[in-house]
Each structure stands twice: as structure tokens, then as C-alpha cells.
């Protein structure tokens, strides 16, 4: 029975990355246009502020100010499968 054994590991691993996905890296507030990952560089035209969080599993979720008009926007891919395990692993 201990052929299986990596598969049952890599299972577990799995799921949980998954819930660690989930948590939160960073969170940055802020009126930059500069950052690395920005594709929208309007949302921060004219001193406008957004909120950036990162996510463990890479994707960042900006908020718009309400103010200055509400909207919320992914940026990048989330990481999935042997991927998002070997992060996991890295970081855990």
C-alpha cells in the first residue's frame, strides 16, 4: 500500500494550499500609479486612493475609493494545482 503513499501527500498538500490561497499576503493603500502590477493606472489619476490586497494565491483584488467611484478589479492568475502546492510548501 505505500505505492500511493506521494499521491495521498500530494492530496493533503492540496487542500491545504487551497485554504491557504485564501489568505491574505498584503494590503496597501495607496495613490500610486508605479505599482508592478497595475494595468489601470486611472483608478489613481489626480490623487484618487484604492486599496490593494494580495492574496496567497497571487491574484490582488483593488477597491476603488467610494468617493471617487466604487468598482473592485483582479490583477494576475491565481496559481492552481502542483504549482500552488510547491508555494505552499515554500512558504509554509
Known amino acids: 500500500m ?9 492530496q ?5 494550499a487551497e485554504e491557504w490561497a485564501k ?4 494590503i496597501h493603500a495607496h ?3 508605479s505599482m508592478w502590477y ?7 489619476e489626480d490623487g484618487k486612493t484604492v486599496i ?3 492574496f496567497n494565491s497571487g ?4 477597491t476603488l475609493n467610494e468617493k471617487d467611484g466604487s468598482g473592485t478589479y483582479i490583477f494576475g492568475k491565481a496559481l492552481t494545482g502542483q ?3 510547491d508555494k505552499f510548501i515554500k512558504y509554509s
Open 59 to 62: 491574484i490582488i483584488r483593488r
Open 83 to 85: 504549482e500552488l502546492v
Open 38 to 44: 497595475d494595468t489601470r493606472p486611472q483608478d489613481t
Open 52 to 54: 490593494d490586497v494580495e
Open 31 to 33: 495613490s500610486l500609479d
Open 23 to 26: 489568505g491574505v499576503k498584503t
Open 12 to 16: 493533503r498538500d492540496k487542500i491545504s
Open 2 to 10: 505505500t505505492q500511493y503513499d506521494d499521491r495521498v501527500q500530494y
